[in-house]
């Protein structure tokens, strides 16, 4: 037996899967959204079972590599009693939307935990999700792939 030491094998990369139930953990999800984009094509909003769902390619900042690296992912918000947007153009269903954060307004103190999930978006436009309370999960659902360039900001 040599007394070379042995390299570790790199970590197999897990797919992102994670869960929100506080403003805290929304931040979390919002860090592993900037940059992510989607289409209008690509929201939608199930009124019935009170969902929005958004399919998007989220910019990998955790994977590690000199090459810069997209992923397919899902944002869903649960208990939503309304979707609106501003500034987005809904005509354009193939048109490109760069999703910078999520953040969370509370309702009145009386109606809590209840509130809105703003999706801000580049450009200025941004999606109002008026909901219960704060449950979003954001999962990985492809494995990664080379993006053209990394956001520079």
């Given at each position: 037996m040599s007394d070379?030491?042995?390299e570790p094998k790199p970590a197999e990369r897990r797919p992102l899967r994670l869960l929100a139930e506080?403003?805290?953990d929304l931040q979390v999800i919002s860090a592993a959204l900037q940059d992510a984009?989607?289409?209008v094509g690509e929201i939608?909003?199930?009124p019935q079972a009170r969902q929005l769902t958004i399919a998007l390619?989220?910019?990998c900042w955790e994977c590690s590599g000199p090459e810069p690296v997209r992923i397919r992912a899902g944002l869903q918000l649960g208990g939503v009693l309304g979707v609106k947007s501003r500034d987005m153009a809904l005509d354009a269903r193939g048109a490109i939307i760069s999703i910078l954060a999520l953040t969370?307004?509370?309702a009145a103190a009386d109606?809590?935990?209840g509130g809105a999930v703003l999706i801000h978006l580049a450009g200025g436009g941004d999606i109002r999700a008026e909901v219960e309370c704060i449950d979003a999960v954001l999962s990985d659902l492809s494995d990664?792939?080379?993006a053209q360039a990394a956001p520079a900001h």
């Open positions: 070379a030491a042995v506080d403003d805290d984009l989607t289409t939608r909003y199930e390619n989220r910019f969370f307004e509370p109606e809590d935990p990664p792939w080379p």
